[in-house]
């Protein structure tokens, strides 16, 4: 399990990933459990809501993942390949988080927050960075949680220099999707079994989500349900928050 804290004003709330394993005492703090695998365990006494994400099979042959990919991927993955385009593991903190909090300064959306470095730094080894790389620039950035424990790696951050007038739009879009699938490739080599796409807005009529959910679903995964949980006093803070909004 995955398990770090966030700092939210003046309190600590804590977000755990893929089971819920607690303590009594944790039942009374900030707590929210994301996307719970199946567990032959009761159910806890938490409060429970579904979502859903889109889970790629990586026990599946290099050959049959691939033939998953939409004919648009694999065209472009081939493109971004002979321009040049390399996929760099680890960068700094730093470095990532420039990258990040410029494109999200200029996104400017409810949806993306600025990173900070305490939390990357509290997540630690269980995060990994990467860029796609252009002559020596980072065109795209992802972040990913990985739990090498229960064998799933879920996509976390995203970040391009779409906004960036210096760039060439086109070829960003082939960056980040060489990206994608050059992670997808790493995650299967490191042992993982499940690529998340990390999320998928269903039964919406946004027209912004609804691309999103179609470009997630030209790597070949399949929709399920998220099983998520959150304490109580966690559950009336969000109640709270969203009236304040």
Not at 64 to 80: D, E, M, N, T
């Amino acid at each position: 399990m995955i398990r770090y804290r966030k700092r939210f004003s003046i309190v600590n709330t804590y977000e755990n990933w893929f089971e819920y394993k607690y303590s009594f005492s944790q039942l009374f703090l900030l707590n929210t459990y994301w996307h719970v695998k199946k567990q032959d365990k009761p159910a806890p006494p938490l409060v429970k809501n579904i979502s859903h994400t889109i889970e790629l099979d990586l026990l599946q042959p290099d050959d049959s993942i691939q033939s998953g990919f939409s004919k648009q991927i694999r065209q472009q993955f081939k493109i971004a390949e002979n321009e040049g385009i390399t996929c760099m593991f680890n960068p700094g903190l730093d470095e990532f988080i420039a990258f990040f909090n410029e494109f999200a300064a200029i996104k400017n959306t409810r949806n993306v927050g600025k990173l900070n470095r305490a939390l990357l730094e509290e997540i630690g080894d269980q995060i990994v960075l990467c860029f796609a790389m252009y002559n020596g620039q980072p065109l795209a950035a992802h972040s990913y949680l990985v739990d090498k424990n229960i064998g799933i790696v879920r996509h976390q951050h995203s970040a391009t220099k779409r906004f960036d007038e210096n760039f060439d739009r086109n070829l960003i879009g082939r960056a980040n999707k060489y990206l994608t699938v050059k992670n997808i490739l790493h995650f299967k080599q490191q042992g993982l079994q499940v690529f998340d796409f990390g999320g998928y807005a269903a039964n919406t009529t946004d027209e912004s989500l609804l691309g999103i959910n179609k470009y997630k679903l030209l790597f070949g995964g399949t929709v399920v349900e998220s099983v998520n949980y959150s304490s109580y006093p966690q559950w009336i803070l969000k109640k709270v928050m969203n009236l304040v909004r």
